[in-house]
Every structure is written in structure tokens, then in C-alpha cells.
């Protein structure tokens, strides 16, 4: 340790105690075990060359670590993105192993690193995934930090640069590192001290340039022969492609390893990804990559790394999570002494569905949708099954010959049949199945039958029930002496049931009285309820007259389909709660009208009005007069067709008929009304050419034409 300096590091807090969490942990070193053959590096170096010459076997990494303080790295992912290369600068201790103890037996409160390297030793005392102090605040936020020791002569200093080099490339293929040098704007992998106190400041070391000077050595040098370890420990690769076709499981990519020296058997090996099991495994040769070999020129194997292997189809690789191995192995079936390199889980057991929509029309149950399910790659049989989920049984099955769905390809490419997994399929509707909850279920299947090995996707618990019913009541209003009813009402169930009812029922729920029905078209309610049995023809007018029996009643409605011409058997029906009353005759005498306008159109004049009367309700007949002002002599009548105003039963809502009181006569001018004082008389009355027994209204003012 460079103990004769003063060392600037970072730190935050300190701890007053320190564990030792393990001794002598000697961590094996495969890489070092193989005999290396000269190489020629990129740079010529003699100490390199004499390293690999002489085959210096690299020591094994002791593993000793302490909690000296233990705080992450500043960088975005806490692990160290580069190496700093310290020299310990005491020319008296050749050791590793007292540099070390000089930390831990508290030398550590003023600085401390994780590595110290001699000849024999590399002797790592902290967690490198956490940092040290011993580079100053920039350099400890990032980097992975060691101590070269003091070497006695030219061997015990090629040991350790050896040493020293292969720790380097183990940290970079610890962390996923390329080996680069460090660079004025802050980048680069390999440090020295005194690039920190260059490039990053907080320091003002200059290690260790002059110690590797003296042996004729540099930085440039040490990186080529890390380099060289990189590519003897690395163990790199690249699935491209993993992919379903209709012939099989395509997989390509690359993979190369420094430990796949000596494993001359190669393997791909498909896991399950749930189980962490093997499916199967597939001895495979390999192909020229050249594009990896100038990516990675010294990693071996590199040229040669390369697969390309499609697996059959079989229910084992589909409809499951998979991951797929890449296997160097020196055992022929690929079991033992292996190297591998392993994917990314890939989900082939996506299994997607929508059923758009299910109609019933007439006796017909349609249902239209996609099913996309990678699994369908080997059972290509499709089938819709319509179930009937309250009595828990099969009602239907009916196969179907997929279609294009291209917007289901856009939505999700990577499913295998995304594209033709269009359907459509019908049933004939047993009426019996009314109120019964039917789901929908679309199978794919390895058997013509539609049994076997399947998959399966149903539709959602919110089922499609063959029970809907539905109405609204438009308007319910007094018209004269006639009751006018309209509205809709749709069941499911009146599949069968021709005959319709309207029934004005006591709030005891007595019937008063029952109207049958002609249905009349409601585009607006199919548009509603396309799903719902004949939708489209379920509308209704009702217009009848308001005999004794009817008034006073207050009433609820109820409405009826039936297979029975007189409505009482068979049927189903839909009840509204909704409280409506029919006035009784009334005695009064309120008689009250109003002419709004007069109004000259062409050759024809519009008077518009209304005219309200208690005892309009027994006199159904209207008619409009017009009398000469001064012998109040008639000139001609005009029958009235009443028009609603709302306006009028607002404010008079206490006299019979009054939402219905209105009127909008058009009038030819004739020469009888020329040059007359005319005023105007509206008639109710029981007589239907406006004459017998009547009630007039009067309207103040007159006009000529």
C-alpha cells in the first residue's frame, strides 16, 4: 500500500467495526489450468511474449472479503463500468499478503482498494460490486480497483503483470466490459492512477507509469495481454432469431467461449423456462461467422461460432415458455465438462382470443371472432364449441376453416397464427336454451374430432345469455277519447311466440285489460340490441279507445309475446313499473282556448291554436268555424286533427285532454271570405259532421281577408 502518501478518497460514512466474511475462499481459475501457446499480441511486447513463452499458470483469486465500508456505485445499473491500476509504491514489501493486512488492521480508515496482486497471490479483501477509497471521489464512484506489489526481479514481475492482466479481463467479463483505454472525456475501461488524476481529478497520483517503466513495460502493453485473457474468458453470443414457422422452431445466432478450448461437441438445448427442465437437446455443427470474428478477434472460437437449427414441431416446444442453451461440451452427449450460453425466455404459449359478436337471428346463433394461439402450430384443427354453462354441457360443435385478420396480425405479429385466425360459426337455436347462459369456446386440436391434445380459449364469464329482455314506453297519452300507447319491447325468449300483448294492469297486479299488438319496425333498437332476437320488428303503437271501464284507472303496463292467439299461454313477458292514470269523466265546466296566429300562405290562410274542455272526453269530434263578426252567421267549418301541446297540459293540468288540445287549420281563402269581419269558433262534439251535442270556444278578435 502505498502508505507514505497521502491517499484522497471518497467516503460518506465509516464503520467502526469490520467482519471478515471469509478466509482463504480460493475461487478455481479454469482459464489458468489450459497451457497457453505463444500468441502474437498487437503490440510487440517482451515481457508478453515471455509470459506466454514460458506458460506462467495464473494464481488462483483468494477470496478474503471485509466490510470496510460499504456503499454502491454512482453509475445508473450500481456496478462498476471500468479497472483502475494502482502501484502500491513501497519498494520493500513484495507481498500481497502484508499489503492486504496493513488495510484490514485499520490502514483502511485512510484509504482502502479490493485487489492486491503479487507473483503468487491475488488476494481480493473487499466486494468488488461495491466500492473502495482508494482513487480519489470520481474514480471510486466507478471502478473496480487493485494494487500491484513490488516484484524483486524481471520474473516475479512478469508473474504479476500476468496476474494483474488476467483479473483485469475477469472483471470485464464479470461486468460485461469491452477492454478499452481510458480516454480524456471520461470513457475508456483500463485506468491507471494516473489517468484518474488527468482525466477525472480528486487525486494527484501518477501510478503506476515510472514502476512499469522501469521494467520496460506500459499501459498499452498490459491491455493487449488483458485483452488476450478477455478472449480466452469470455464467454459471449447471440440468439438473432427464434422464431415459429410452419416447418418448425428456427433458431440462429452465435456463440463463442474462451473455456470452449478442448469441447469439440456443440449443442443447442431447449428448456422449459416454468420448470427449468430440458425438452430436448440437438447436436449441431457449427458455421463461419465472420462477422463475429471481427467483432471479437480474440475470443476463441469466434470465426467458427455460429448456428443455424430449425426443431421439429412438437406439442413439447408449443404452448409453453421456452429458453434455448447454446452447449460446448468434451463429452459426446454434451452432459458433463460443457460451457453454455443461454437466451431469453420466449413465450410461445400465448393463447389470445375475441369473439366480436354473437347474434341470434331467427333460429340462427352466430358468433364471429379470432382465436391466435402459437400452440395452434400443431393442432390444426379449429372448432367453436357452443356451451351451455348453466346446465354444464356441450350443446354444439362446428368446425371452421380459419380466415384473414389482418388487424389481429398488426396487434400481435409474434403469434403464430395471427393472421388467419379469423372465424365464424352458427347453430340452429332450440328454443329450450331460452334463459340458459351459452359461452363460447374455440379450439384448436391435433384430432379431426376436435378431441386429443388441444388448446383452448373460452369466452369471458360475462356469458352470452339467451334471456334478454328489454322495453321502454315511448309515450303513453289521452288522444280525444282514445288512449295512444308506443314504445318497444325485445326478449330473447319470444323466438316462437308470433302473437303480442299489451296488458294495462291495477296496482295489485290485476289485469284491466289487454290489446293485442301489431309490431311495427324500430331500426333504432336493433342498432341498440343487434344481439337480441328480432330486434329490428319490435315496436308498437297502441291506440284504443277509453271506454267507462278505463276511466279513473291508474295503471302499470304490461307487454306479451306468445305462441297462443289469445296471449295466455306460452309466453313471456316484460314489465314496466311506471304508473300511469286515466282521468274520470269530469263536471266541471272549464272551456279555456287560445288563437296563436293567423297567417297568410299563398292562396290559403294556417290558424293555429288550441282548444281545451272538461267535457271534451265524450265528445271525440273537432271542428274549426268561421262566422261573420256582426250576424255571428257560420261561413264555413274545418275539421280538426288534434295536435299536441305540451305547453297547454303544463298549464292547465287539470283539464281533460289538454296535452292534445291543439290545432293548425289551413283554410282556402275563398271569395265568401273576401272582405269579411271574420272571427273564429272551435267546436268539440259527439256528432262527427260537427253538429248534436257540443262545447264552442269563442276567441276574441277578428280579421279579413
Not at 286533427?641 to 283554410?667: H, L
Request: charged fraction near 20%; charge should be neutral; glycine fraction near 6%.
Amino acid at each position: 500500500m502505498k502508505q507514505s502518501k497521502k491517499i484522497t478518497f471518497f467516503c460518506t460514512a465509516m464503520l467502526a467495526s469490520m467482519t471478515l466474511f471469509a478466509a482463504n475462499d480460493l475461487m478455481s481459475n479454469q482459464a489458468t489450468q489450459a497451457v497457453k501457446a505463444a500468441t502474437s499480441l498487437t503490440v510487440s511486447s517482451s515481457i508478453n511474449s515471455y509470459i506466454l513463452n514460458s506458460k506462467f499458470a495464473v494464481s488462483n483469486v483468494t477470496k478474503e472479503l471485509h466490510t470496510f465500508s460499504m456503499f454502491n456505485y454512482s453509475t445508473s445499473d450500481k456496478k462498476p463500468n471500468g479497472i483502475v491500476f494502482h502501484y502500491t509504491d513501497n519498494p520493500n514489501n513484495f507481498s500481497a499478503r502484508n499489503e492486504a493486512d496493513y488495510e484490514i488492521n485499520g490502514g483502511w480508515q485512510d484509504a482502502f482498494v479490493h485487489t492486491f496482486i503479487d507473483a503468487t497471490t491475488i488476494l481480493n479483501i473487499h466486494d468488488t460490486d461495491f466500492g473502495s477509497w482508494g482513487g480519489g471521489p470520481m474514480a471510486n464512484a466507478r471502478f473496480v480497483q487493485f494494487e500491484l506489489v513490488t516484484a524483486r526481479n524481471r520474473e516475479e514481475f512478469a508473474k504479476s503483470i500476468n496476474n494483474a492482466a488476467w483479473y483485469t479481463a475477469s472483471m470485464a467479463v464479470k461486468y460485461n466490459w469491452t477492454l478499452t483505454p481510458a480516454t480524456v472525456n471520461g470513457g475508456g475501461t483500463l485506468w491507471t492512477h494516473h489517468d484518474v488524476t488527468r482525466y477525472l481529478g480528486g487525486t494527484n497520483h501518477v501510478d503506476p507509469d515510472a514502476y512499469l517503466a522501469k521494467w520496460g513495460y506500459d499501459t498499452t502493453q498490459f491491455l493487449d495481454l488483458a485483452k488476450y485473457y478477455y478472449g480466452e474468458l469470455a464467454n459471449k453470443g447471440s440468439f438473432d432469431r427464434v422464431a415459429m414457422s410452419s416447418t418448425g422452431l428456427q433458431i440462429n445466432g452465435w456463440h463463442a467461449a474462451g473455456d470452449a478450448k478442448g469441447k469439440n461437441y456443440s449443442y443447442l438445448i431447449v428448456m422449459d423456462a416454468n420448470t427449468n427442465t430440458e425438452i430436448s437437446r440437438y447436436k449441431i455443427n457449427r458455421n463461419v461467422r465472420n462477422d463475429v470474428a471481427q467483432a471479437y478477434p480474440n475470443l476463441y472460437g469466434a470465426a467458427n461460432s455460429g448456428f443455424s437449427y430449425t426443431v421439429p414441431l412438437s406439442n413439447k416446444i408449443t404452448n409453453r415458455k421456452i429458453r434455448i442453451i447454446s452447449r460446448y461440451s468434451s463429452n459426446p452427449s454434451g452432459s458433463t465438462d460443457y460451457v453454455d450460453y443461454e437466451s431469453d425466455t420466449y413465450d410461445f404459449s400465448q393463447n389470445l382470443a375475441s369473439f366480436d359478436k354473437i347474434n341470434l337471428s331467427g333460429n340462427d346463433l352466430t358468433v364471429n371472432g379470432w382465436h391466435a394461439a402459437d400452440g395452434s402450430i400443431t393442432r390444426p384443427y379449429h372448432y367453436i364449441i357452443f356451451y351451455n354453462a348453466t346446465d354444464k354441457r356441450e350443446i354444439s360443435r362446428v368446425k371452421v376453416d380459419n380466415t384473414q385478420r389482418l388487424d389481429v396480425k398488426n396487434a400481435y405479429p409474434n403469434i403464430y397464427n395471427s393472421q388467419n385466425s379469423g372465424f365464424t360459426a352458427s347453430m340452429k337455436f332450440d328454443r329450450s336454451l331460452s334463459g340458459k347462459d351459452i359461452q363460447i369456446i374455440s379450439r384448436y386440436s391435433d384430432r379431426p374430432s376436435g378431441e386429443g391434445d388441444t388448446i383452448e380459449n373460452w369466452s369471458h364469464t360475462v356469458m352470452f345469455n339467451i334471456n334478454r329482455n328489454e322495453g321502454w314506453i315511448d309515450s303513453v297519452r289521452q288522444n280525444g277519447t282514445d288512449l295512444r300507447i308506443g314504445g318497444w319491447n325485445i326478449a330473447d325468449e319470444s323466438v316462437g311466440k308470433q302473437y303480442s300483448y299489451l296488458f294495462l294492469m291495477n296496482l295489485k297486479g290485476q289485469e284491466i285489460a289487454r290489446f293485442p299488438l301489431n309490431r311495427v319496425p324500430r331500426v333504432d333498437v336493433q342498432n341498440m340490441y343487434p344481439q337480441v332476437y328480432n330486434s329490428l320488428n319490435s315496436g308498437f303503437l297502441l291506440n284504443t279507445p277509453i271506454t267507462a271501464k278505463l276511466r279513473g284507472q291508474t295503471f302499470t303496463i304490461k307487454l306479451r309475446y306468445s305462441s297462443n292467439q289469445s296471449g295466455s299461454t306460452n309466453y313471456v313477458d316484460t314489465d314496466f313499473s311506471t304508473r300511469y292514470q286515466i282521468p274520470a269523466i269530469k263536471n266541471g265546466t272549464e272551456n279555456k282556448g287560445s288563437l296563436d296566429t293567423v297567417r297568410i300562405d299563398g292562396q290559403n290562410a294556417v290558424l293555429k291554436g288550441w282548444h281545451s274542455a272538461d267535457t271534451s272526453d265524450t265528445k271525440p269530434y273537432r271542428y274549426l268555424f268561421l262566422l261573420d263578426k256582426s250576424t255571428k252567421s257560420e261561413i264555413a267549418r274545418y275539421s280538426i286533427t288534434s295536435v299536441n301541446r305540451e305547453d297547454v297540459a303544463k298549464a292547465y293540468p287539470n283539464i281533460n285532454n289538454a296535452g292534445w288540445s291543439g290545432f293548425s287549420v289551413t283554410v282556402p281563402i275563398e271569395n265568401k271570405l273576401l272582405n269579411r269581419n271574420l272571427i273564429v269558433m272551435t267546436r268539440y262534439t259527439d256528432d262527427v259532421n260537427g253538429n248534436g251535442n257540443s262545447t264552442d270556444y269563442w276567441y276574441n278578435g277578428d280579421f279579413k281577408f
